[in-house]
């Protein structure tokens, strides 16, 4: 928070930009189009990914994330909303699983009702799950990547404490540290 936002705000880098919301932000409205502006330049996938990476950095700043999904709905060129074919939702790795359960459980009892109940359900947990884990994995990444770039690599030690945690708010922490530290000594301090 206490580098100057101005340095990635001249950048034409999305990566600089999303990097920027962790900075002092003195005109959050500038920042927040220029990222929009730099999303809507996106492929669709590429930029669904970098609003997902950026909510997550926002998820350190309270205070910016509410601006920022203002922005979102206004200035980018997306739907917010997502519908998913039911055989999209089996060929994913985890949800799939669960909605395939779902339909042979159904199917054996015979009850069209439990096979809608069970879908619904299994769907609902099976997205529930398939977030956290996106979301953990997203962290862990954003980490990883951020070490490797600030010290060229990424110690054994750090990476298995890193891989290890299930923890949201201490993966937070560790991505806040990681952005912060000037040595991987640092880094592993306490």
Known sequence: ????????????????????????VKDRERLFKKIAEKLNSLGEKERADWITKILTILGLRDNLIKDFEKVLKEEVKMPITVSLD???????????????????????????????????????QGLQQGLQQGLLEAKRDDIKRIIKAKFGQVPEDVEKLISSSDDVNFLNE?????????????????
Do not use: H
């Not at 580098?3 to 990097?19: R, T, Y």
């Not at 991505?175 to 301090?189: P, T």
């Open 1 to 24: 928070r206490d580098i100057p936002c101005e340095i990635f705000l001249n950048s034409d880098k999305i990566e600089d930009l999303a990097i920027a919301t962790l900075c002092n």
């Open 174 to 190: 560790f991505l806040m540290k990681a952005v912060l530290a000037k040595s991987i000594n640092e880094l592993m301090e306490v």
């Open 86 to 124: 039911a055989e999209i939702v089996e060929n994913f790795p985890y949800i799939g699983d669960l909605v395939k359960l779902a339909k042979k459980q159904a199917i054996q009892e015979g009850l069209q009702q439990g096979l809608q109940q069970g879908l619904q359900q299994g769907l609902q």
